[in-house]
């Protein structure tokens, strides 16, 4: 079975500072979704990594895909509070039948 | 429409009963899945449509639960003498395929279904 680990699942920090949550999977896959949700909220997707050595950034987060360590990275820089949510990674198989979601992280950014 | 739509957004059920959610996927959309979310957790696979093709209904979790599709629309999953544990956000996604496979799901905002 594909499991999708993310860690920390739980992550306090105060603004300005920057920090990384990780996503490991345990199967090959080429294609990588970044997540954020609010409470109460649905899923609104913020990264689409699809090779290997593909980084993204939007503002101040900044995503990479490494598949053969089959690990991606959502880095923070310089935290606000708009920030705080939960994050999900997700895979897909070549078979494409499912999207396959990590724990998630819960962000919770400190004025 | 402009995006995934769901109805009811919440829907409040009493043991026992039968409920029916329904999922409005992006046009031109061939995938659609369902998931659910349990309070605090991650998200929970149940089915998978594309296209014409027979779903993939591997994440079902018992035969209270079936889903249908017409063709590439409207998607309603229903779920049978519900019990407390079914009490979750529902969430439905549709996604357009892309060289052969699917690109990044669209979520739709989810019903929030509390069984009583």
């Known amino acids: 079975e594909l499991k999708v680990e993310q860690n920390p699942l739980f992550l306090s920090m105060q603004e300005g500072k920057n920090y990384t949550i990780y996503c490991n999977y345990s199967?090959?896959?080429?294609?990588l979704y970044w997540y954020r949700q609010d409470p109460g909220k649905s899923l609104e997707s913020l990264f689409v990594l699809l090779s290997n050595g593909a980084v993204k950034q939007e503002g101040r987060l900044m995503a990479s895909l490494d598949t053969k360590a089959r690990l991606s990275t959502l880095h923070i820089t310089a935290a606000v509070h708009d920030l705080s949510a939960t994050y999900f990674c997700a895979v897909d198989t070549y078979t494409g039948n499912q999207f396959y979601f990590g724990t998630g992280t819960s962000l919770t950014v400190i004025p | 429409g402009a995006g995934v739509s769901q109805s009811p957004s919440n829907k409040v059920t009493e043991k026992g009963k039968d409920v029916e959610l329904r999922c409005d996927p992006i046009s031109g959309h061939t995938a659609l899945y369902w998931y659910r979310q349990r309070l605090g957790q991650g998200l929970e696979f149940l089915i998978y449509?594309?296209?014409?093709?027979?779903?993939?209904k591997s994440g079902l979790p018992s035969d209270r639960f079936s889903a249908e599709r017409t063709g590439e629309s409207v998607s309603t999953l229903t779920i049978q003498r519900t019990q407390q544990e079914d009490s979750a956000v529902y969430l439905c996604?549709?996604?357009?395929?892309?060289?052969?496979?699917?690109?990044?799901?669209?979520f739709g905002q989810g019903t929030r279904l509390t069984v009583v």
């Open positions: 449509f594309q296209g014409n093709s027979a779903p993939d």
């Open positions: 199967t090959t896959s080429d294609r």
């Open positions: 996604a549709s996604s357009r395929p892309g060289w052969g496979r699917n690109t990044e799901a669209f």
